[in-house]
Protein backbone atom coordinates (compact mmCIF):
# COMPACT_ATOMS: atom_id res chain seq x y z
CA UNK A 1 0.00 0.00 0.00
CA UNK A 2 2.95 2.48 0.93
CA UNK A 3 4.59 1.64 -2.38
CA UNK A 4 1.44 2.84 -4.35
CA UNK A 5 1.41 5.87 -2.81
CA UNK A 6 4.63 6.05 -3.60
CA UNK A 7 4.26 5.11 -6.88
CA UNK A 8 1.42 7.60 -7.30
CA UNK A 9 3.40 10.91 -6.23
CA UNK A 10 6.44 9.37 -8.52
CA UNK A 11 4.42 9.69 -12.06
CA UNK A 12 5.29 12.25 -14.03
CA UNK A 13 1.91 12.55 -16.41
CA UNK A 14 -0.97 14.02 -15.20
CA UNK A 15 -4.67 12.63 -16.00
CA UNK A 16 -5.11 15.90 -18.00
CA UNK A 17 -2.96 14.86 -20.93
CA UNK A 18 -4.01 11.50 -20.34
CA UNK A 19 -7.62 12.57 -20.24
CA UNK A 20 -8.84 10.40 -16.99
CA UNK A 21 -11.83 11.60 -16.04
CA UNK A 22 -11.73 12.21 -12.11
CA UNK A 23 -15.04 10.62 -11.70
CA UNK A 24 -13.18 7.45 -12.93
CA UNK A 25 -9.73 8.20 -11.02
CA UNK A 26 -12.21 8.30 -8.22
CA UNK A 27 -13.91 5.03 -9.12
CA UNK A 28 -10.36 3.29 -9.62
CA UNK A 29 -9.56 4.25 -5.91
CA UNK A 30 -12.74 2.54 -4.99
CA UNK A 31 -11.75 -0.26 -6.19
CA UNK A 32 -8.84 -0.49 -4.43
CA UNK A 33 -10.47 0.18 -1.50
CA UNK A 34 -12.56 -2.86 -1.70
CA UNK A 35 -9.86 -4.86 -2.95
CA UNK A 36 -7.89 -3.81 0.41
CA UNK A 37 -11.15 -4.21 3.09
CA UNK A 38 -11.40 -8.02 0.73
CA UNK A 39 -7.82 -9.37 1.05
CA UNK A 40 -6.43 -7.61 4.30
CA UNK A 41 -7.61 -10.04 7.03
CA UNK A 42 -6.88 -7.17 10.20
CA UNK A 43 -7.61 -3.69 10.61
CA UNK A 44 -11.46 -3.96 10.86
CA UNK A 45 -13.47 -1.14 12.89
CA UNK A 46 -16.61 -0.40 14.38
CA UNK A 47 -18.46 2.66 16.22
CA UNK A 48 -21.26 3.92 17.34
CA UNK A 49 -22.47 6.32 14.64
CA UNK A 50 -20.99 4.99 11.56
CA UNK A 51 -24.18 4.85 9.87
CA UNK A 52 -25.05 8.29 10.60
CA UNK A 53 -21.69 9.73 9.71
CA UNK A 54 -21.71 7.73 6.65
CA UNK A 55 -25.05 9.30 5.75
CA UNK A 56 -24.36 12.73 6.49
CA UNK A 57 -20.95 12.65 4.62
CA UNK A 58 -22.73 10.77 1.85
CA UNK A 59 -25.56 13.89 1.87
CA UNK A 60 -23.16 16.50 2.25
CA UNK A 61 -21.09 15.00 -0.74
CA UNK A 62 -24.02 14.62 -3.04
CA UNK A 63 -25.39 18.52 -1.93
CA UNK A 64 -21.59 19.65 -2.88
CA UNK A 65 -21.49 18.12 -6.06
CA UNK A 66 -25.14 19.60 -7.09
CA UNK A 67 -24.51 23.45 -5.86
CA UNK A 68 -21.09 23.01 -7.04
CA UNK A 69 -22.51 21.94 -10.64
CA UNK A 70 -25.19 24.67 -10.59
CA UNK A 71 -22.66 27.62 -10.03
CA UNK A 72 -20.74 26.38 -12.61
CA UNK A 73 -23.68 26.09 -15.00
CA UNK A 74 -25.19 29.18 -13.30
CA UNK A 75 -22.01 31.28 -14.79
CA UNK A 76 -22.55 30.07 -18.14
CA UNK A 77 -18.91 27.85 -17.73
CA UNK A 78 -17.63 24.67 -18.69
CA UNK A 79 -17.76 22.10 -16.49
CA UNK A 80 -15.51 19.62 -18.10
CA UNK A 81 -12.11 19.21 -15.86
CA UNK A 82 -9.98 18.37 -19.20
CA UNK A 83 -10.06 21.19 -20.81
CA UNK A 84 -10.36 24.28 -18.02
CA UNK A 85 -8.17 27.09 -20.52
CA UNK A 86 -11.79 27.31 -22.22
CA UNK A 87 -13.30 28.14 -18.78
CA UNK A 88 -15.41 31.65 -19.77
CA UNK A 89 -15.82 32.98 -16.26
CA UNK A 90 -13.95 32.63 -13.05
CA UNK A 91 -16.28 31.35 -10.35
CA UNK A 92 -15.79 32.55 -6.41
CA UNK A 93 -18.92 32.70 -5.19
CA UNK A 94 -21.18 30.06 -3.15
CA UNK A 95 -19.56 26.93 -2.49
CA UNK A 96 -16.31 28.40 -4.23
CA UNK A 97 -15.89 30.93 -1.32
CA UNK A 98 -15.27 27.72 1.08
CA UNK A 99 -13.26 25.34 -1.62
CA UNK A 100 -11.26 26.09 -4.94
CA UNK A 101 -12.35 22.17 -5.69
CA UNK A 102 -15.82 20.99 -3.98
CA UNK A 103 -16.28 18.80 -6.40
CA UNK A 104 -13.15 16.93 -6.37
CA UNK A 105 -13.85 17.24 -2.66
CA UNK A 106 -17.25 15.62 -2.91
CA UNK A 107 -15.53 12.47 -4.35
CA UNK A 108 -13.37 12.57 -1.17
CA UNK A 109 -16.44 12.76 0.77
CA UNK A 110 -17.94 9.63 -1.30
CA UNK A 111 -14.62 7.84 -0.78
CA UNK A 112 -14.82 8.51 3.28
CA UNK A 113 -18.41 7.01 3.42
CA UNK A 114 -17.06 4.47 1.03
CA UNK A 115 -14.07 3.38 3.29
CA UNK A 116 -16.34 3.66 6.70
CA UNK A 117 -18.85 1.31 4.76
CA UNK A 118 -16.33 -1.24 4.84
CA UNK A 119 -15.07 -0.72 7.96
CA UNK A 120 -11.05 -1.39 7.25
CA UNK A 121 -8.96 1.46 9.18
CA UNK A 122 -5.59 0.80 6.21
CA UNK A 123 -8.25 2.40 3.71
CA UNK A 124 -7.58 5.74 4.92
CA UNK A 125 -4.12 5.32 3.06
CA UNK A 126 -5.74 5.27 0.05
CA UNK A 127 -7.68 8.47 0.82
CA UNK A 128 -4.48 9.88 1.13
CA UNK A 129 -3.17 8.98 -1.91
CA UNK A 130 -6.23 9.74 -4.15
CA UNK A 131 -5.76 13.56 -2.46
CA UNK A 132 -2.02 13.61 -3.25
CA UNK A 133 -2.96 12.43 -6.71
CA UNK A 134 -5.73 14.03 -8.02
CA UNK A 135 -3.86 17.28 -6.19
CA UNK A 136 -0.75 16.30 -8.25
CA UNK A 137 -2.38 15.45 -11.59
CA UNK A 138 -5.55 16.71 -12.12
CA UNK A 139 -6.11 20.16 -9.94
CA UNK A 140 -2.24 21.50 -10.45
CA UNK A 141 -2.30 21.67 -14.07
CA UNK A 142 -5.97 23.22 -13.82
CA UNK A 143 -4.64 25.73 -11.42
CA UNK A 144 -1.86 26.21 -14.03
CA UNK A 145 -4.64 26.48 -16.71
CA UNK A 146 -6.54 28.92 -14.90
CA UNK A 147 -3.19 31.41 -14.21
CA UNK A 148 -3.07 32.04 -18.15
CA UNK A 149 -6.86 32.42 -18.53
CA UNK A 150 -7.53 34.12 -15.79
CA UNK A 151 -4.43 35.89 -14.67
CA UNK A 152 -4.16 37.77 -11.05
CA UNK A 153 -8.00 37.87 -10.57
CA UNK A 154 -7.41 33.73 -10.20
CA UNK A 155 -4.23 34.56 -8.48
CA UNK A 156 -5.71 36.69 -5.85
CA UNK A 157 -8.75 33.75 -5.38
CA UNK A 158 -5.85 31.24 -4.54
CA UNK A 159 -4.45 33.28 -1.86
CA UNK A 160 -7.79 33.55 -0.14
CA UNK A 161 -9.58 30.15 -0.44
CA UNK A 162 -7.91 26.86 0.12
CA UNK A 163 -7.66 24.47 -2.53
CA UNK A 164 -9.51 21.48 -0.93
CA UNK A 165 -11.68 22.63 2.33
Not at 51 to 75: N, W
Not at 83 to 92: I, M, Q, R
Request: hydrophobic share 50%; charged share 15%.
Amino acid sequence: MFTFVYWVSKININCMELKIPPVLIAAIFGVLIYVLATFLPFGHFEFFGRYALMIFLGTLGCLITVISIFQFIKSKTTVDPAKPGKASNLVTGGIYKYSRNPMYLSMLLWLIVWVLSLGNAFNALFLAGFVKYMTKFQIIPEEDALKKTFGKEYTRYCTSVRRWF
